[in-house]
């Protein structure tokens, strides 16, 4: 029991400090996309923007013990919308249930839910692939008949990663609101307004956990800083026919769930910057930039990124990040990603895993990986974790997905040896 009480200040300093812990936005994808990216599995559909929602949602679903839905004919209305008037809109409500084999305030069990709205309008150019668009999205999350939503249960319970990332708490309001485009033949795409800028800094396809892997480890780089919901501007440039892409981005670091922080990026000189250069598999396919990550089925890059003192006193944090992910075959993708940093509260990580999509199931998708963090407090251990989930869609609208966490000398609680989290997650497209 002392041991855990003596590591209450470093525990509070996550509470408190970690960006990464702080709730993440759901997902997001492109809007217009290319016969090219239509041929991507529908495994590799991450949403973290409004159109990854957008898009995945009104995907095709099949295989076995399947039922048809029941929202045929709002489908169908909002089919004419978009058609008619170039407005997309969709939703969604999740709910998510962990149970944890221990909790140092005694909370097994942590509860959350989801609710989204997402939608998309072509301010100009309607159709085209010059289209100026603006994307908006309406959030609520909370904890059900729990006192912790899953993004605190399991830092409580002991880990260093959160075991379900963005389910965490905040009220209904705006969490997304920004103006996007692709312009010179998709040479060039840009983001401006209220953006979650893990969209845009080291994305990869698996990092959506409301429809694959729950945890932190496995859905954006432990070892960057980034900010969440704030406002800031991001870019991508395809210089070259050999899918070279350069991109980055500038963003306030002080994130507000459902506030508005175009204040805080003019009035204070204090910014989180990024530069990424690598290989992408949907280089001028006309993939909008926030859909350049989770669409990107064949990727290699290099991040780096930098955050200026903070008014606080938090120091200014610095590091590198590297991922890889690669199809085999139509219906598996492996990947292998790590990072680097200083200034952070995790300085080193490392993980790997793979992703299945059954051929007579394309909704269907099964996970597994394993990864390894490094806190920067010396006295504290490296944290191992192994996390395996299948999702299955009983309707084209709702699905279920049963995950399982082994995380071996979990840091935040030096007497365990082991911590088991187990969890299922539900959810209704609309």
């Not at 290319?34 to 599995?41: D, F, I, L, S, W």
């Not at 998510?96 to 959350?112: H, L, R, T």
């Not at 992910?325 to 680097?340: A, C, D, P, V, Y």
């Amino acid at each position: 029991m002392d041991l855990k009480f003596g590591i209450a200040p470093f525990l509070l300093a996550v509470l408190i400090s970690s960006p990464l812990l702080a709730q993440q936005s759901p997902g997001q994808l492109p809007n217009q996309q290319t016969e090219k990216a239509n041929t991507y599995p529908v495994l590799l559909d991450g949403t973290l923007s409004v159109e990854g929602d957008l898009e995945d949602d009104a995907s095709e679903r099949s295989g076995f013990l399947r039922f048809d839905t029941a929202l045929a004919p709002w489908l169908a209305f909002k089919q004419t919308l978009a058609q008619d008037y170039g407005i997309t809109i969709g939703g969604s409500y999740g709910v998510m249930w962990q149970n944890y084999q221990d909790s140092f305030i005694g909370e097994q069990n942590a509860v959350g839910s989801k609710f989204t709205l997402n939608t998309s309008i072509d301010l100009l150019n309607r159709g085209q692939p010059d289209a100026l668009s603006f994307d908006m999205a309406i959030e609520d999350r909370r904890p059900l008949g729990t006192n912790l939503p899953p993004l605190w249960g399991g830092i409580f319970a002991g880990s260093a990663t959160a075991t379900a990332a963005t389910w965490g708490e905040f009220d209904l309001g705006i969490t997304q609101a920004y103006v996007r485009q692709n312009l010179f033949d998709n040479r060039f795409q840009y983001a401006i307004g209220k953006l979650f800028a893990p969209n845009f800094v080291n994305a990869y396809p698996f990092f959506d956990d409301n429809r694959q892997f729950f945890n932190q480890n496995f859905t954006t780089s432990p070892t960057i800083a980034v900010p969440l919901r704030g406002f800031g501007m991001a870019g991508a440039l395809y210089p070259t026919d050999n899918n070279l892409y350069v991109s980055g981005g500038i963003y306030t670091p002080y994130s507000d769930d459902t506030g508005w922080t175009i204040d805080d990026f003019f009035q204070r000189n204090q910014y989180f910057y990024n530069l990424e250069v690598g290989f992408s598999g949907v280089g001028g396919t006309g993939v909008p930039i926030q859909g350049r990550g989770p669409m990107d089925a064949n990727n290699y890059h290099i991040s780096t990124w930098y955050r200026d003192e903070l008014d606080d006193g938090t120091p200014e944090a610095y590091g590198v990040a590297f991922n890889a992910n690669q199809m085999i075959g139509e219906n598996t993708m492996w990947f292998l990603r790590g990072g680097w940093s200083r200034g952070t509260l995790i300085d080193r990580s490392l993980s790997a895993g793979v992703g299945y999509r059954p051929s007579n199931a394309p909704s269907d998708l099964f996970g597994f990986a394993v990864g390894w963090v490094r806190p920067s407090n010396e006295r504290l251990d490296s944290q191992y974790t192994a996390e395996a989930f299948y999702r299955f869609h009983v309707t084209p609208q709702f699905a279920i997905t049963p995950d399982v966490q082994l995380i071996l000398k979990p840091t935040l609680d030096p007497t365990a040896d082991s911590l088991w989290a187990f969890g299922l997650r539900a959810r209704l497209s609309f």
